[in-house]
């Protein structure tokens, strides 16, 4: 095919997704999306090109490895996943507020409740901190908002940040959110509970919290966010045709 072939068909893919993304509100199951497994390289190169890489992108470790990277439009995730192999075995463009496997995946064999070991000489906070996290766990339902537990404004020791790692190991679910710093966000082997931390431009520790909650928020795309990508695809497709037929 010749490159115009190329975009045209490029275009034609993006087009496919924008008419089933406008079809589909957040929150609705059945999330859009388009598969691109199979398209031919050079035209793959095309759909890389016009949606590059946003701030988000989301690493899952497993069987199966899955790499999840929003585009340079909010809320559209190319989603990559990898068979024991290596081999690339799904390549999708999906949209909504982070594809739903992020959560699927942080829940699979996590705890759903806390066992808290004998408590070390040297700890002061951290076992009140891990009780307030398994009575959040047992309360909390599908929908609730986030409860927050932010541990820089809490007197904690070495072996307090021992306690909690040992208590709360990291899952296999692992965000970066790029933006003012970076946000590196880590499921935990606890059932709906996150590590969430925050770092400045030097990579120095800013804020480090706790959060029990489906999936922290500042790895989401807001629904404002979504409409505006919505209306900045149909910009791309409009300029991809003028493109095609110059």
């Known amino acids: 095919m010749t490159e ?3 975009r045209a068909r490029a275009r034609a893919l993006i087009a496919e997704f924008l008419q089933r993304m406008s079809a589909w509100r957040p929150g609705e199951p059945d999330t859009p999306g388009v598969d691109l497994l199979g398209v031919p390289p050079a035209v793959l190169a095309v759909v890389n090109e016009v949606t590059g890489e946003g701030e988000v992108g989301v690493r899952v470790s497993g069987a199966n490895d899955v790499r999840i990277q929003e585009t340079v439009f909010a809320g559209v995730w190319r989603i990559c996943r990898f068979g024991g192999d290596g081999a690339l075995v799904q390549d999708r463009i999906e949209a ?3 594809p739903a496997l992020v959560a699927q995946s942080a829940m699979q064999g996590s705890r759903t409740t806390l066992a808290l070991p004998d408590i070390p000489d040297g700890v002061m906070n ?3 901190v891990l ?4 009575a ?3 309360a909390w339902r599908p929908g609730d908002r986030a409860h ?3 541990l820089t404004l809490l007197p904690l020791s070495a072996e307090d940040h021992r306690l909690l790692a040992q ?3 990291q899952g296999n679910v692992s965000i970066i959110s790029r933006g003012f710093g970076n946000c590196r966000i880590s499921s935990t082997a606890a059932r709906h509970v996150w590590r969430v931390q925050y770092f400045n431009n030097l990579q120095g520790l800013i804020l480090d919290t706790i959060e029990v909650v489906d999936v922290p928020e500042v790895a989401l795309a807001a629904p404002e966010d979504i409409a505006d990508s919505r209306e900045r695809l ?3 497709l409009e300029w991809m045709g003028e493109a095609v037929e110059a």
């Open 131 to 134: 009780h307030e996290i398994a």
């Open 167 to 169: 208590v709360l190991p």
């Open 96 to 98: 909504g507020a982070i």
């Open 136 to 138: 959040q766990m047992a």
């Open 4 to 6: 115009l072939d190329n």
């Open 234 to 236: 149909a910009e791309l």
């Open 126 to 128: 951290s076992p009140a």
């Open 148 to 150: 927050v537990v932010n």
